[in-house]
């Protein structure tokens, strides 16, 4: 099963970028994949002119991604949030779960955009300014996961 994946990291090139992505990877508990391979032919430097609207549009898949989710589950009649302390554990919980892992930073099979200076699936104003301050400085990484 593939994956693919947009990582917004900090670094002076290619390389370095590279090495914290795959870092990152090879530490985190909660998503395993059996391979890896970061795409450099896709992979753009912050001072890129398509760099912003490929993180825009990035960021436009998780947003979309959390909205459809939220859509199901309101069609499973789940519409204020005291209808949560109904929720059966099961597919239902397991669609607020992922929603709640967007909101809160964690990685997931589910994310297409990730933010791996602040930990999470948008990018803050304050990134933002430093990013446009210092382009040199950060990457949007694509990457292709296998998982067996």
């Not at 090879?26 to 391979?35: P, T």
């Amino acid at each position: 099963m593939k994956f693919y994946h947009e990582t917004l990291t900090g670094g002076p090139n290619f390389k370095v970028c590279k090495r914290k992505v795959l870092h990152f990877f090879q530490n985190y508990q909660l998503v395993r994949y059996s391979h890896i391979n970061i795409l450099e032919e896709d992979s753009v430097p912050a001072s890129s002119p398509v760099f912003l609207d490929r993180v825009e549009k990035a960021i436009l898949k998780n947003r979309r991604t959390v909205h459809d989710l939220i859509k199901e589950l309101q069609g499973e009649g789940v519409i204020t949030l005291d209808d949560l302390q109904e929720l059966p554990q099961g597919y239902k919980s397991k669609m607020l779960h992922t929603v709640t892992h967007f909101l809160d930073g964690f990685f997931g099979i589910d994310t297409y955009f990730y933010n791996l200076e602040e930990d999470s699936h948008w990018v803050s104003e304050e990134l933002q300014k430093k990013i446009e301050a210092s382009p040199s400085g950060y990457w949007l990484l694509t990457l292709e996961a296998n998982m067996e």
